[in-house]
């Protein structure tokens, strides 16, 4: 079964900037959009982006609207996530997963990456 391998997490200061990166584990053969979410410590996983597959069109939590975006390059299978002005509040694990159609759930978690915001 395929699962996403994320990487690029790291301890950075408040006003910093990461680049997270996620790849699939082997070939999908065919996805609707790939997202990302965060799991904070004591809180429930959340949303935090996502990007299709045709056409590229990106959604963000307005948590992260203006700070970060979302880009994938589908000749290398690869979906990122710049993001900058990091908060103390930005911490967390950070997962990639992705959905094979519009009305399916998101799966084939990853391990996630950790993002450690310092203040």
């Known amino acids: 079964q395929v699962q996403m391998v994320e990487s690029g997490g790291g301890l950075v200061q408040s006003g910093g900037s990461l680049r997270l990166s996620c790849a699939a584990s082997g070939q999908l053969l065919s996805w609707f959009d790939k997202g990302w979410f965060r799991q904070s410590p004591g809180k429930e996983r959340e949303f935090v982006g996502s990007i299709s597959r045709n056409g590229g069109s990106t959604r963000l939590a307005d948590s992260v609207k203006g700070r970060f975006t979302i880009s994938r390059d589908n000749a290398k299978g690869m979906v990122y996530l710049q993001m900058n002005s990091l908060k103390p509040e930005d911490t967390g694990v950070y997962f990639c997963?992705?959905?094979?159609?519009?009305?399916?759930?998101?799966?084939?978690w990853g391990q996630g990456t950790q993002v450690t915001v310092s203040s």
């Open positions: 997963a992705v959905r094979t159609s519009v009305s399916s759930a998101f799966g084939s």
